[in-house]
């Protein structure tokens, strides 16, 4: 657990570094004018609904109206911070390469250049990441519910193994293709879901979720060549 922990130290410590920092910066940006733009798609909704008049015992009620124009607008509010991560995450397709040669320029120098990724391939994988996590969520409401004070872990168990299988895999892919790193996650998949589960924890407060997707494949590179048993990586706990 102690490497696990260490992990995410090492991948937040680099956001020092101006190439990390850029790339963390810019999805944050673009992920903030999509959420920009869809809450501007909402409020244009919202805005088309026409005046429903209210009348009671022959009386108009016009405050019902418009409380349900700030109740729309107050729930779309709530649904970007639940939209934060997902939107964030489709973004990472643009930045997975970039995110994973800093960490390893700077951790692991000894590496050979590894091979890339195709542009478009990571980014339909992130389009399928995101609605198998809206999806996932959706059909896990009903649990969350009804768990009670067991709502939390249920929601890390979910979360951590669908981000600990999506990381991983990204950050081993470049090294070691795709089907080898499922074999090295399903090899290790005790470890993999910790560090999911461990990254679950931020997508629980908004703002902070934007964060996630640049930090977990910082976090899961570094998981990734330990794992392997790369000569730099530290050693595993």
């Known amino acids: 657990m102690s490497a696990l922990v260490a992990d995410f130290i090492r991948a937040a410590a680099q956001l020092s570094d101006p190439r990390f920092r850029r790339v963390f910066v810019l999805s944050i940006l673009l992920t ?37 124009r700030w109740l729309a607008w107050a729930a779309g509010l709530v649904g970007l911070a639940f939209l934060m991560f997902p939107a964030a995450s489709l973004f990472i397709g643009f930045f997975l390469e970039e995110i994973a040669a800093a960490v390893e320029a700077r951790h692991y120098p ?23 996590l809206l999806g996932a969520n959706a059909a896990a409401l009903l ?24 990381y991983f895999e990204l950050a081993a892919a470049r090294r070691i293709g795709f089907r080898a790193a499922r074999r090295l996650r399903r090899r290790h998949l005790a470890r993999v879901w910790a560090g999911g589960a461990m990254l679950a924890v931020p ?19 570094h998981q990734f060549h330990r794992l392997n048993g790369d000569a730099s990586a530290p050693p595993d706990a």
Do not use: C
């Open 32 to 68: 903030a004018a999509l959420l920009a733009a869809l809450y501007l798609l909402w409020s244009m909704a919202v805005a088309a609904i026409p005046d429903m008049r209210f009348t009671l015992f022959g009386a108009e009620i016009g405050f019902l109206d418009e409380a349900a």
């Open 110 to 132: 000894h590496l050979p250049p590894a091979k890339p990724l195709g542009l478009l391939e990571t980014i339909w994988d992130g389009v399928l990441f995101t609605l198998t």
């Open 143 to 166: 649990v969350y519910l009804i768990s009670g004070p067991l709502a939390p872990f249920v929601f890390l168990a979910v979360n951590g193994y669908l981000l600990g299988r999506q």
């Open 203 to 221: 997508l629980t407060v908004p703002i902070v979720s934007l964060a996630v997707p640049v930090l977990g494949v910082a976090a899961f590179t």
